[in-house]
């Protein structure tokens, strides 16, 4: 796929010839095999998705254009290349075809959406058509094409019309309005609801719409009375008495071990004189 080009005659005196310089150059890629010189008019033959004509040489032809049948399947719209052609997606809102990219060239519209004086094929919000298409204690979110029914947040007494604390309608026990969250949790805490808090044995936990009153360490709840008593040395779990066993036994092989002297004493012999 190349031609050649003659670019200067060098050396020869008179009546001698000289050497012809030459350069092979790659045909116009819409060639097939072989050009008689540069550009698509230099072509011998045009590659498939190229028609030869007098006015340019190799002319791509428009798969996608007027007049043609189509290339690309239901679904689909044609886009054309240099020398080929592409198929892609219609947009979700279409229901079958379309003539390219975009809600505006549907042929007819998908369920959930409807055309608008646009010409465009818009979704439908279900929501605001329909407030009751979701049960109670659920809120409706509207998603392209359709709806879903979400679970309102746990601070709502029953009914929501959105996400989160701020969709509440009412608050649940637990918590209280607030103008900046909604419903915000209730700290019970801060007003010391534990029996036995200012005997520093009990201790309360606030948690999200609730508390809970634990035994501080060192102390177990007693279910006679509901109160917090001082846990004895003999309920403390049996891996501990082991342990304080263990540790004493090794103290007591540490001291007998450094009782013992290191060496034997020097032993002297006399003899009689």
């Not at 000289?18 to 008019?41: K, N, V, W």
């Not at 092989?253 to 450094?258: K, P, R, S, Y």
Request: contains cysteine.
């Amino acid at each position: 796929m190349i031609w050649k080009r003659e670019i200067a005659r060098v050396g020869g005196n008179v009546g001698r010839a000289g050497h012809i310089l030459q350069f092979a150059l790659e045909c116009h890629y819409s060639c097939a095999l072989t050009c008689r010189g540069p550009g698509q008019l230099g072509c011998d033959k045009c590659k498939a998705g190229w028609n030869m004509t007098e006015e340019e040489g190799c002319r791509d032809i428009d798969e996608c254009g007027s007049g043609t049948e189509l290339p690309c399947e239901g679904g689909t719209f044609c886009i054309n290349t240099v020398g080929s052609y592409r198929c892609e997606k219609c947009d979700a809102a279409c229901a079958d075809n379309c003539t390219g990219a975009g809600p505006e060239t549907c042929e007819t519209c998908a369920d959930g959406y409807e055309r608008k004086e646009s010409d465009r094929c818009q979704d439908v919000d279900e929501c605001e058509r329909n407030a009751s298409l979701c049960e109670k204690g659920t809120y409706c979110e509207n998603v392209p094409g359709s709806h879903e029914c979400k679970l309102c947040d746990r601070a709502c007494e029953s009914a929501c019309l959105g996400e989160g604390p701020r969709g509440c309608v009412d608050c649940t026990v637990g918590y209280r309005p607030s103008a900046s969250h909604g419903c915000e949790d209730v700290d019970e805490c801060a007003s010391f609801p534990c029996a036995e808090e200012t005997e520093e044995t009990e201790e309360c936990v606030n948690s999200p719409g609730s508390y809970e009153c634990t035994c501080k360490a060192g102390y177990r709840r007693e279910e006679e009375n509901d109160k917090c008593v001082q846990i004895a040395e003999s309920e403390l779990p049996t891996e501990t008495a082991e342990l304080d066993e263990t540790d004493a036994t090794a103290d007591a092989i540490f001291d007998d071990t450094a009782a013992e002297p290191t060496s034997e004493p020097p032993s002297h012999s006399h003899e009689e004189l």
